[in-house]
């Protein structure tokens, strides 16, 4: 028996990464931001430009091409500057664009709230007069609206708003919906709170970065669809520029002074885009999920460091050995350490039992064997992997690929989220045998019935037709056994599945797994947090804290004489039945006092 004396602390990050770190990591995002505010600050500052005016026409300078003297950009064809007229235009087209944003996701959430939270009737009256709108092609009714009320500016701003106000109803309510009947909403009205009280002060805050996302990759378009109407003469009127209304006046010199239209042309292009860019960075840095890389897609194996060290294998005779592992997770320009050091073997026909608490390293440890922690964040940094004495990190892609499920299988915790919820339970099965097997389609349905028996499901051929949630929590887990032994592979790693499980369940489950393994020669790695399940199934164990093995041995040996004082505790927190009240304090009497004051 072996124990580490002490425990090395782990790294910390050298600061939490902002807002702001995020959207500038973001490199189309920090690039629209930069375009967008290079275009808004000289906007804001037209009025003090040293610009000609905008609407002062000179026809003994009509046409000049760009970087005519006095006049960068050329002239129009009525000799204005189009300069002035392009920083004026843009001064007016975002302006309009968006306080029609603004007016559009007002009155648009408002809606979708209320209708989400109140559901029922209100709800579908509703949504029914917005599905009307919808139904509309959006610039046609923008174009109804401006032709109802008239050619002008602010009517294309309030046609630009009205059209748009579904578009932010139906998303809000889409979300509001999942929020209206959360536990958290429900025990604000049962503390007295009103309906409109509820509504601005718990649903509001959660709705709100939706509305902000909605909002920030919106604008670019409003900006367009303003510069549309102008474009046809139902926006600005002359002598009035926006950028719409000098594409349409330049529409007639394109092919004799294509500057005319081509420049406000590409500042249209350039602010949609820039918006739009920096919307999807906005929306990234709002969204937690994005933001933590929980939506990210991983690649189909962990990344590993080029400098990997390569240790050799200590027991070249064991079916599966963990040399000197070392996996983190990146977090900006750090890389946060999950697991440091570990090294374990387990020899065929073995249990090997990996126990800590949660948070210890366990799962990423086991998710590290097949590469299955996802990249990105995660990268294993060093260490070496060896099954039947061959290094799984120094393999290809595709032969670790297929690896899994063939010599190396997984149990996982919770079967419920691992089971696809909308195939039958024997087809899933099926699948896991076809994917290293070539047999026909009868040959795997009687295969996978046999492992369905094989694993205790009662009238297995039935059953194999059912869906997960048509199954026990037992069952269930049985349903995952049984994919896991499909392809008769060398090692099972079991982690924690017996957890969700109520104690007899559990204890068939332990029963199964160990007959199994048993009977077909496996090594099993077991992870749990709980020394009366490694007592029942496992020949050896190992202790886990904050990332490293402080502890290994024989299980006999170490439950007898644990050498480390987390084992110690860990020993001391399984329950014995007729001790009473001395079971709290002998767990109390091996933690320090100060420890349990700053818990």
Known sequence: MSTVSAVTPPKVASGRITSWRLLLNNRLAAAGLVLIGLIALLILLVPILPLPDPDATAPAERLKPVLTAGHILGTDQLGRDILSRLLWGARLSVTVGFTATLIAALIGSVIGIVAGY???RT???????????????????????????????????????????PFFARNVRG??????????????RLSGKGHLSVMFTEVLPNVAPV???????????????????SFLGLGAQPPQADLGSMLGEGRAQ?????????????????????????GDGIRDVLDPRLRSGALARPGPVTEIATDRNVPENSAPDAALSIEGLETGFRSGDDIIPAVRGISLHVKRGECLGLIGESGSGKSVTALSVMGLVASPPGIIQSG????????????????????????????????????HPMYPVGRQVEEAIAAHQSLGANERR?????????VGIPEARERAKHYPHQLSGGQRQRIGIAMALANDPDVIIADEPTTALDVTVQARILELLRDLQRERGMALLFITHDFGVVSEICDRVAVMKDGEIVETGETRAVLANPQHDYTKRLIACVPELGTGAQFLKRVAGLFPKQQTEAS
């Open 254 to 278: 394109l092919f004799t002074a294509p500057h005319v239209s081509i420049v406000p042309g590409v500042m249209i292009f350039l602010m949609v885009i820039s918006l739009n860019v920096l």
């Open 118 to 120: 109140v559901g029922g």
């Open 384 to 419: 070496a992997i060896y099954v039947d004495n061959e290094d799984v990190l120094a393999m290809s892609q595709t032969r670790l690929i297929s690896l899994r499920g063939s010599r190396v299988s997984y149990v996982f915790q919770d079967p419920l989220t691992t089971l």
């Open 123 to 165: 709800d579908n009256a509703i949504m029914r007069g917005i599905d009307m709108l919808m139904a509309f092609p959006y610039i046609l009714l923008a174009l109804a609206i401006v032709a109802a009320l008239g050619p002008g500016l602010m009517n294309a701003l309030y046609a630009i708003a009205i059209v748009n106000i």
């Open 211 to 229: 509305i902000v996302i909605t909002m920030s990759t919106t604008a670019g378009w409003m900006i367009l669809e303003t510069a549309g109407l």
């Open 446 to 454: 009687e295969r996978a019935v046999a492992l369905l028996e094989k």
């Open 175 to 188: 979300v509001t919906l999942g929020y209206a009947h959360r536990e958290f909403v429900d025990a604000a």
